[in-house]
Each structure stands twice: as structure tokens, then as C-alpha cells.
């Protein structure tokens, strides 16, 4: 069993963005679970450039594959893994269950529901939407091995000051 399912996001996380953003994201592009983990990481890191801050105050964890936003990593691996139902509210949960699936054949994220628009700023659609562009024109994501990865050890949450002192030496924006 993995030693990160079911950690439990710090309270500023505001999880129903998070869902939100997953299913925003899930409508407009088919990605592997572990892509959608890159993609939100980068729209985060354009985010804490540009806004100061990320897009749903998510919690980045390391693992041996990259860094992982731990929220979206929950949503995911909800149905494997019935632990995690004690972290978050039985409305929640529902409301994850009820609007994504993730295709154990196709190994895709997809979502049954339009998303909640109103939870995001302009600023928010516009990184999501920025990043979507890039996928769409060159299929290319920077990866999640970056040097504030590089210097949290693994199963432990990434501190937000090695992410934001290592996006000074990283072409973010």
C-alpha cells in the first residue's frame, strides 16, 4: 500500500476547488492520473509566480515519481482505498464519487458534470487555461522533479518556502 493515501491536507485547502479544478481539466483534456498531478502542479507554479499564491491552497507531497498535489491524489485513489473516507466529509466524498471516474482500461480522468465556474478568479481560469493550451499545441509538461522535489525527502510534504525559493531559479511564469 502506498504510505500517502490518506494524508490529510492542511485546512486552507479548499476542496471542493480542488474538485472543481480537477473536473475543469478532466472536460477539456484526456490525462492519466499522473499527468493531471503535473498539470496542477504547473498551473499552481504559474499561479504562485504570478498571484502569489495557488489556485485552491492545495499540499504538495514527494514521492519517488514527482510531486504530487495530495488532495487530487486522494480524489483518485478514493475508490481503492477506503481509508481516505475518514478524512473528508461524507457530502464530499459524495460529490467526488458522483463526478469523476477514472477509467481502469484507459487509465483516464473524465468527468460526468460540467464544472462550478464560480468557485475560480479570472486569474485561476486563465493558468488552467494557459496550461491546456500548451498540452493541446505540443503535448510537452515540465515534470515534477524539480529542484524543490529535489530537496524534500520522499513521503513528506514539499514546504511551500523550498517551492517558491526554488521557482526563482525555474523558468515559471
Not at 14 to 30: D, F, P, S
Not at 40 to 61: A, C, K, P, S, W
Not at 97 to 116: G, P, W
Request: charged share 25%; glycine share 4%; hydrophobic share 35%.
Amino acid at each position: 500500500m502506498d504510505q500517502l493515501t490518506g494524508f490529510k491536507p492542511k485546512p486552507q485547502v479548499e476542496m471542493w476547488k480542488g474538485l472543481e479544478t480537477v473536473i475543469y481539466l478532466a472536460r477539456r483534456v484526456q490525462l492519466l492520473p499522473d499527468t493531471m498531478y503535473s498539470f496542477i502542479y504547473q498551473v499552481d507554479m504559474n499561479h504562485l509566480v504570478r498571484y502569489g499564491r495557488f489556485v485552491y491552497g492545495e499540499t504538495y507531497l514527494a514521492l519517488p515519481s514527482g510531486t504530487v498535489p495530495s488532495l487530487v491524489y486522494n480524489l483518485l485513489n478514493v475508490p481503492w482505498c477506503p481509508h481516505v473516507y475518514a478524512l473528508y466529509p461524507t457530502n464530499f466524498l459524495w460529490g467526488v464519487q458522483r463526478s469523476l471516474r477514472l477509467d481502469l482500461l484507459q487509465k483516464r480522468v473524465s468527468s460526468t458534470r460540467r464544472e462550478d465556474e464560480s468557485l475560480f478568479s479570472d486569474s485561476d481560469i486563465s493558468c488552467l487555461d494557459e496550461i491546456i493550451d500548451e498540452w493541446k499545441n505540443s503535448k510537452l509538461i515540465r515534470g515534477r522533479q524539480d529542484e524543490a522535489w529535489r530537496k524534500t525527502p520522499r513521503y513528506t510534504v514539499v514546504d511551500i518556502d523550498v517551492i517558491h525559493s526554488s521557482l526563482n531559479r525555474t523558468s515559471y511564469s
